[in-house]
């Protein structure tokens, strides 16, 4: 049966010309070889057999000498099937490795991405979206799996892989993360701690928890005027004035990890990761907090893999590091203190992108054992793939996100300002494209553009980035090798 010639057929009949992936895959079990096809919008796989298979309804079939082709859309029903016989396409939870995430807000580049990760000795996680993202994005847990997914067959890896539904608020996007069958759960929690309750005055302190209930009072009865000496650098004191506000404050943000926590073991068993986010709170994770919130999680049976401070210093979008790298060492070396003696977890460093300049520190002081995340950064990737293959597309792209900039702003904590940057829609024509990606000012504005980006010149984008493919791949691979080389300590 001549692959050439089926294609051809379904050419003519789909009016969309489809291109096989170099890699396949064959199934012993049912004497079959998959095929992955990609058209310009659609991914499909064909499916070669001596027989048609009924598990799997076919948008096109043909039948030639006693041998079958079927072409199927690659889908949730396709992946299910294929991941019975193929299981490294199912996620898993963290394993003992440092681990790394890669959004892709575009579900285009995950095998680049692999290309990357592949050469150094992470645990990746490659399906990796927040809600915020998903709405952005128009997009949906079970899509990103999918996008994923493809990345790995059409890269031909077979290692494991991690699924992260990231900054999860809600039981609704708890529960789509879990039923497209996500591994990794990172909780946020800053929308259930009350930061007010730290500028509060003593006697209104004490006015709250005599109005709290039972289980507050027992709860700082448990842990009121105890120190504990962690390390000749470090002892948590948890007296009674600066224990009140932590647990007035926190209680609700634990009683939530243990309620998503117990669905997920409701459904999951212990086949899944929790990550404990504090990084989008108002304040500094002090060493206090941490302990607290480690220990009485662990206390209630609460069995978290990866807890993300709130570190000192400013984590901007697609930038490096702004702050003082000794004082970010210096909270660091206090965490990771905590996290040793009280074990079962690791270090997560939110909004990772970029943050060369503490790349060895974060290294060196978890001793390798860490979570870092990253996501914009192929994103930016794509549009100076775009500013170079198609620049008066870029120069669009561009007005999209200045006109657009302060909605943008709603979702993101930038410190940048329209007034601030080098160009306007106007003159951006005239930029030198290779130092105005290089700009900070530039990176962030870009950065938290992409929802508005897309809607308006989504589709154009993606097709020429398709178009590109090899040149976008090759600049993924590179942005993304140059974070984890600087990482691990590795040349270029």
Not at 136 to 142: E, L, N, P, V
Not at 331 to 344: D, E, F, P
Not at 355 to 382: N, R
Not at 450 to 463: F, K
Request: proline share 5%; with cysteine.
């Amino acid at each position: 049966m001549n692959l050439a010639m089926i294609l051809q057929d379904i050419a003519a009949s789909f009016g969309e010309d489809v291109h096989p992936c170099p890699c396949s895959y064959d199934i012993p079990e049912l004497k079959a070889q998959v095929v992955l096809l990609k058209g310009k919008k659609s991914k499909y796989i064909g499916l070669r057999a001596g027989e048609p298979l009924s598990v799997l309804r076919p948008l096109y079939t043909q039948h030639s000498e006693g041998q079958f082709f079927g072409l199927y859309p690659f889908d949730l029903p396709s992946y299910r099937f294929l991941s019975a016989f193929l299981p490294y396409l199912r996620p898993q939870p963290f394993d003992s490795r440092p681990s790394f995430g890669c959004g892709d807000r575009l579900g285009m580049v995950s095998a680049a991405q692999i290309k990357a990760l592949e050469q150094f000795p992470v645990f990746p996680v490659l399906a990796q979206q927040s809600p915020r993202e998903l709405e952005k994005t128009h997009r949906t847990f079970a899509a990103v799996l999918l996008d994923a997914v493809w990345g790995i067959l059409e890269s031909g890896y077979q290692g494991s892989f991690g699924a992260d539904a990231d900054h999860i608020k809600d039981e609704r996007y708890l529960c789509e993360a879990r039923d497209a069958g996500f591994t990794v759960y990172t909780l946020d929690l800053s929308e259930d701690v009350d930061h007010g309750i730290f500028s509060e005055s003593v006697p209104l302190l004490q006015e709250r928890f005599q109005a709290s209930l039972s289980c507050v009072r027992e709860l700082f009865k448990r842990y009121a005027g105890k120190q504990y000496t962690l390390g000749p650098d470090i002892t948590v004191d948890l007296s009674e004035e600066k224990l009140l506000p932590i647990v007035l404050a926190y209680l609700p943000a634990i009683e939530k990890v243990e309620r998503f926590h117990a669905l997920l073991r409701e459904s999951l068993g212990s086949s899944f990761s929790l990550e404990i986010s504090l990084d989008e709170g108002e304040k500094v994770t002090s060493p206090e907090v941490h302990f607290f919130i480690a220990e009485e999680l662990h206390r209630r049976g609460i069995d978290f893999q990866s807890l993300a401070p709130r570190f000192p210093g400013s984590f901007e979008k697609g930038i490096d590091y702004i702050g003082s790298t000794e004082e970010f060492a210096q909270a660091l070396r206090s965490h990771v203190t905590i996290q040793k003696n009280l074990g079962g977890y690791r270090l997560s460093l939110h909004s990772g992108s970029d943050k060369f300049s503490i790349y060895p520190i974060f290294f060196q002081e978890t001793e390798g054992f860490f979570h870092l995340k990253t996501s914009g950064t192929s994103w930016l990737v794509a549009l100076e793939t775009i500013a170079e293959v198609k620049p008066e597309l870029f120069f669009r792209v561009y007005r999209v996100a200045y006109e657009t900039f302060e909605e943008n702003l709603k979702a993101y904590r930038i410190s940048v300002r329209k007034e601030e940057l080098p160009v306007t829609p106007e003159n951006v024509m005239k930029a030198d494209l290779q130092q105005l990606f290089a700009h900070p000012g530039v990176r962030q504005f870009l950065h938290i553009a992409y929802g508005s980006v897309l809607d308006a010149l989504g589709e154009e984008l993606r097709e020429v980035l398709a178009q590109a493919e090899v040149r976008h791949y090759e600049k993924v691979e590179g942005n993304l090798r140059k974070h984890l080389s600087v990482l691990f300590g590795k040349r270029l």
